[in-house]
């Protein structure tokens, strides 16, 4: 049985940062690729970020490039997301889940959703 355990949200001030971890079991994790989404109250799931089975590639949404940073530790089985200058818009609920590929990902083709880990941003 696939497991998708996020961990690392909380509380932080406008500028800040966070890590958030997204511990995988039940599956050979290198044979996925693995993204990140979001969704906060009231609005659709937006797509944050997705890495290559290697980590060789990833991929950004657009509201988040250039702060953050998707990263992979196969033999631990963990996909990261560095939060760095955090907005108050990127409060919301932090999930990872894996796919075939990062263009699969990015198209929203994906399973094995976690609980979610809980990302708020004070202004």
């Known amino acids: 049985q696939v497991q998708m355990v996020e961990s690392g949200g909380g509380l932080v001030q406008a500028g800040g940062s966070l890590r958030l971890s997204c511990a995988a079991s039940?599956?050979?994790?290198?044979?996925?690729?693995v993204g990140w989404f979001r969704q906060a109250p009231g609005k659709e799931r937006e797509f944050v970020a997705a890495i290559s089975r290697s980590g060789g590639m990833t991929n950004y949404g657009a509201s988040v490039k250039g702060r953050f940073t998707i990263s992979r530790d196969n033999d631990q089985m963990t996909v990261y997301l560095q939060m760095n200058s955090l907005k108050s818009e990127d409060t919301a609920v932090y999930y990872c889940?894996?796919?075939?590929?990062?263009?699969?990902?990015?198209?929203?083709?994906?399973?094995?959703w976690g609980q979610g880990t809980q990302v708020t941003v004070s202004s």
């Open positions: 039940g599956l050979t994790f290198s044979s996925y690729a």
């Open positions: 889940s894996v796919g075939s590929s990062v263009l699969a990902i990015r198209a929203s083709t994906v399973h094995s």
